[in-house]
């Protein structure tokens, strides 16, 4: 299991997620709502918007709240949301990346510390990893949606980079400035959604993590995730899978 997806992140290892999906859905519609204020509530003419409500489309939130999370970015009351990036280091000697969107820059400081410092972690300065990742778009189909030959031509036909097929997903990425464009063509040429299309931090090197270093881990990711204030947590992380058949995953 490799860090640099967050669709094959944490998120596809435990049937415990459907309990998260009501803060899933909290995160989405915070995206939403952001992506509609910062841009306009038309998601023809805000690509960010577009890609929000496309993601959310496929985590099947209703269409009442992405309406709903739409409206509210025009309500003159809604909250001010800020961009920040944090930048940590996990077990295993491991760099992790946090993207939160939230209203409260104090609250959202001390939580994403005490996760870090609580489970064999630390908060860094900003800068301290970000320069191992590569800020990129990536864009995930479902492995049954179309042919590893088929995706790859069509792919690059779009102006992707770069696409990785395993028995789960087709993992396309380009640059990021591009993800709109690229993810826009696949759709027409495929005639299918994607299973989800965002900016990622990419890790450029992998960790290999053992059986100690993987359960300190994920229960330090665990513990970022369910954070109001957090959005993505990525690393550079890489478990192997007679590791995961271990931690029951």
Not at 143 to 164: C, K, P, R, T, Y
Not at 210 to 229: N, P, Q, R, V
């Amino acid at each position: 299991m490799a860090g640099h997806s967050k669709f094959k992140n944490i998120m596809h290892r435990k049937g415990a997620q459907d309990k998260k999906r009501s803060g899933l859905f909290s995160k989405l519609s915070k995206e939403i709502t952001v992506a509609a204020k910062m841009g306009g509530p038309d998601p023809d003419s805000n690509p960010r918007l577009r890609l929000a409500i496309q993601n959310a489309r496929s985590n099947s939130m209703p269409k009442d709240n992405i309406q709903r999370a739409v409206n509210k970015s025009q309500a003159g009351d809604s909250a001010n949301y800020d961009e920040i990036r944090y930048e940590g280091f996990g077990p295993g000697g491991t760099a992790i990346i946090v993207e939160s969107l939230t209203d409260n820059r104090n609250r959202a400081a001390t939580d994403i510390r005490t996760a870090f410092s609580k489970n064999g972690g630390n908060m860094g300065e900003s800068g301290s990893v970000a320069y191992q990742f590569d800020h990129v778009g990536e864009i995930i189909y479902e492995e049954s949606s179309i042919s590893a030959d088929d995706m790859f031509e069509q792919a690059l036909e779009a102006g992707a980079d770069n696409v990785e097929t395993d028995d789960d997903t087709h993992e396309i990425t380009c640059a990021m400035e591009d993800l709109n464009a690229v993810s826009t063509a696949l759709s027409e040429s495929t005639g299918e959604e994607p299973k989800s299309a965002k900016l990622i931090w990419k890790a450029q090197n992998m960790i290999e993590l053992d059986f100690d270093g993987a359960t300190k881990l994920i229960k330090m990711i665990d513990a970022l995730e369910d954070l109001d204030d957090v959005q993505n947590v990525y690393g550079n992380y890489d478990i192997p899978d007679d590791v995961m058949e271990k931690l029951g995953a």
